[in-house]
C-alpha cells in the first residue's frame, strides 16, 4: 500500500483535464479524459483480498468493490491516506483542518482514534504498536490510546512517499518528475531531518540527488529490517533512468536496473540508460514495478520482467485478472498525442 503514486498520478489525472474530449480543429480524435464518478480522476492505492478489491481515488473516497459481483460501496470519505496492517485497513479520515480520525475500514467495531494536529497530514506509517501519523510539521507514534507527539526539526512537503518505521527512522521521498524529488530521513526519537542521497562528483552524478532524481515508492526490505528499498525513476524527453535502491542509514546500494538496449549493431546499453517505471509496490512475497507496458517482479533474489497483462472492463473500471499476485487497474489518464493516448497502471496487491 505504500505505493507513492499520489505526485505521479495526480499529474496524469490534471494532465488529462486539459484536454477536451470530441475532436480537435484539425479533426482528429482528441486525447480522452478518464473519471469516475466516485474514485475521481485517478486511483492512487489500494489492496485486494479473496472477496474484495479496495480502492483509494483522487476525489479522497475509498470505495470497496465485491469481487464476484462488482457492486461498489464508498467506504470512507475525506481520507488522507490509508495503510494495509494485517487484517485491518486503516484510514485516516480528515474531519476538519486541525482534526482527523483513525478507522479501521474492516471492522467498523473497532473504536476510531482522534488525532488533532499541526501541519498537514502525509501518511500512516506502520509500527509494531499500530498506524502511526506523519505530518508536514510533527510525527505521532501510537502510544496505548495515547499518542506520542515529536515536532520536526524541518518542515517537510506535502505528497510523499513514507516508509515503514524502520529501526527509529521513517524515509521520506518525494516525485517532482524532472525537477527531482530526493528522499529524506526523519528520526523519530529526536525531530531531526535530513537528506539521504550519494552526492557522487558532479551534480546529478550521485543517486538520490534531491535536485534530479524522484522517487516513484518507498518499502520495507525484506532482507534486513534495518533497511528499506527506494525505487528511483524519471522517464523525460530522451532520458530513460530507474533503479531500486537499498537504503541502510546513509548507506545506498543498487537491488536492481534493467540496462535498455542500444541502437541496432551497438555493443551495450543505450548510453546507461536503465528501464523506466512509475511505481514501486510491496507485495506479500516481494515487490513490483510498473510501467504502462512492462513490470519487474521481485521474489527473494531472483527478478523477472514480464508484459503487463490487457485490461478488461469490470464495474466501471479496467483491470486485469490476478497475475503475479497483483491485480493491475487504469489509474489515471493520460498522455500521448491526439491519436495515440497512454493511460496510467497501479498495480494492487492481492493478500493470501
Same mark, same amino acid.
Given at each position: 500500500?505504500r505505493?507513492i503514486?499520489?505526485?505521479?498520478?495526480?499529474a496524469?489525472a490534471m494532465?488529462?483535464t486539459?484536454?477536451?474530449?470530441?475532436q480537435?480543429?484539425?479533426?482528429?480524435?482528441?486525447?480522452r479524459d478518464?473519471?469516475?464518478?466516485?474514485?475521481?480522476?485517478?486511483?492512487?492505492e489500494?489492496?485486494a483480498t479473496r472477496?474484495s478489491l479496495?480502492l483509494?481515488?483522487a476525489?479522497?473516497?475509498?470505495?470497496?468493490? !465485491? *469481487?464476484?459481483? &462488482?457492486? =461498489? +460501496?464508498?467506504?470512507?470519505? $475525506?481520507?488522507?491516506d490509508?495503510?494495509v496492517d494485517?487484517p485491518?485497513?486503516?484510514?485516516?479520515v480528515?474531519?476538519n483542518?486541525?482534526?482527523?480520525?483513525v478507522?479501521?475500514?474492516?471492522?467498523?467495531?473497532l473504536?476510531?482514534r482522534?488525532?488533532?494536529?499541526?501541519?498537514?497530514?502525509?501518511?500512516?506509517f506502520?509500527?509494531?504498536?499500530?498506524p502511526?501519523?506523519?505530518?508536514?510539521?510533527?510525527?505521532?507514534?501510537?502510544s496505548?490510546e495515547?499518542?506520542?507527539?515529536?515536532?520536526?526539526?524541518?518542515?517537510l512537503?506535502p505528497?510523499?512517499h513514507?516508509?515503514?518505521l524502520?529501526g527509529?527512522m521513517?524515509?521520506?521521498?518525494?516525485?517532482?518528475g524532472?525537477w527531482g524529488?530526493?528522499l529524506?530521513?526523519?528520526?523519530?526519537?529526536t525531530g531531526a531531518v535530513s537528506?539521504?542521497q550519494d552526492p557522487? !562528483? *558532479?551534480?546529478? &552524478?550521485? =543517486? +538520490?540527488?534531491?535536485e534530479? $532524481?524522484?522517487?516513484?515508492?518507498?518499502?520495507?526490505?525484506a532482507?534486513?529490517?534495518d533497511?528499506v528499498?527506494?525505487g528511483?525513476?524519471?522517464?523525460?524527453?530522451?532520458?530513460?533512468?530507474g533503479e531500486?535502491l537499498?537504503?541502510?542509514?546513509?548507506?545506498?546500494?543498487?537491488?536492481?536496473?534493467?540496462?535498455?538496449?542500444?541502437?541496432?549493431?551497438?555493443?551495450?546499453?543505450?548510453?546507461?540508460q536503465t528501464?523506466a517505471?512509475d511505481?514501486?509496490?510491496?507485495?506479500?512475497?516481494?515487490?513490483?514495478?510498473?510501467?504502462?507496458?512492462?513490470y519487474?517482479?521481485?521474489r527473494?533474489?531472483?527478478?523477472?520482467m514480464?508484459?503487463?497483462?490487457?485490461?478488461r472492463p469490470?464495474?466501471?473500471?479496467?483491470?486485469?485478472?490476478?497475475v503475479?499476485?497483483?491485480?493491475?487497474?487504469?489509474?489515471?489518464?493520460c498522455?500521448?498525442?491526439?491519436?495515440?493516448? =497512454?493511460y496510467?497502471?497501479?498495480?494492487?496487491?492481492?493478500q493470501p
Amino acid at each position: 500500500m505504500r505505493s507513492i503514486l499520489i505526485s505521479a498520478l495526480m499529474a496524469l489525472a490534471m494532465s488529462g483535464t486539459a484536454h477536451a474530449q470530441g475532436q480537435t480543429d484539425t479533426g482528429r480524435s482528441a486525447v480522452r479524459d478518464w473519471t469516475d464518478p466516485d474514485l475521481g480522476g485517478a486511483v492512487l492505492e489500494g489492496v485486494a483480498t479473496r472477496d474484495s478489491l479496495w480502492l483509494l481515488g483522487a476525489s479522497g473516497n475509498v470505495v470497496r468493490f !465485491d *469481487r464476484l459481483s &462488482g457492486e =461498489r +460501496l464508498v467506504a470512507a470519505n $475525506d481520507v488522507s491516506d490509508v495503510l494495509v496492517d494485517g487484517p485491518h485497513l486503516w484510514a485516516l479520515v480528515k474531519l476538519n483542518d486541525s482534526v482527523s480520525v483513525v478507522r479501521d475500514l474492516r471492522d467498523p467495531a473497532l473504536p476510531e482514534r482522534r488525532i488533532r494536529f499541526e501541519g498537514a497530514p502525509l501518511r500512516l506509517f506502520a509500527t509494531p504498536d499500530g498506524p502511526g501519523i506523519l505530518t508536514t510539521a510533527m510525527v505521532l507514534h501510537p502510544s496505548g490510546e495515547r499518542w506520542d507527539r515529536r515536532r520536526l526539526a524541518a518542515l517537510l512537503e506535502p505528497r510523499a512517499h513514507v516508509s515503514a518505521l524502520t529501526g527509529n527512522m521513517l524515509f521520506v521521498g518525494y516525485n517532482k518528475g524532472e525537477w527531482g524529488g530526493g528522499l529524506r530521513r526523519v528520526d523519530v526519537t529526536t525531530g531531526a531531518v535530513s537528506i539521504v542521497q550519494d552526492p557522487g !562528483d *558532479r551534480t546529478c &552524478g550521485g =543517486r +538520490l540527488d534531491p535536485e534530479c $532524481d524522484p522517487v516513484v515508492g518507498i518499502i520495507s526490505d525484506a532482507e534486513s529490517e534495518d533497511c528499506v528499498l527506494v525505487g528511483s525513476s524519471l522517464a523525460h524527453l530522451g532520458l530513460r533512468s530507474g533503479e531500486i535502491l537499498r537504503v541502510c542509514g546513509d548507506q545506498i546500494s543498487l537491488a536492481f536496473a534493467d540496462p535498455l538496449p542500444g541502437p541496432p549493431n551497438s555493443t551495450g546499453n543505450s548510453g546507461g540508460q536503465t528501464w523506466a517505471f512509475d511505481s514501486l509496490v510491496e507485495t506479500s512475497d516481494g515487490w513490483i514495478a510498473v510501467e504502462q507496458d512492462r513490470y519487474a517482479r521481485a521474489r527473494g533474489d531472483t527478478v523477472v520482467m514480464g508484459h503487463a497483462p490487457v485490461l478488461r472492463p469490470w464495474a466501471g473500471l479496467e483491470i486485469s485478472d490476478p497475475v503475479e499476485g497483483v491485480i493491475f487497474v487504469k489509474s489515471a489518464c493520460c498522455w500521448g498525442s491526439d491519436t495515440w493516448v =497512454r493511460y496510467g497502471v497501479v498495480a494492487i496487491p492481492v493478500q493470501p
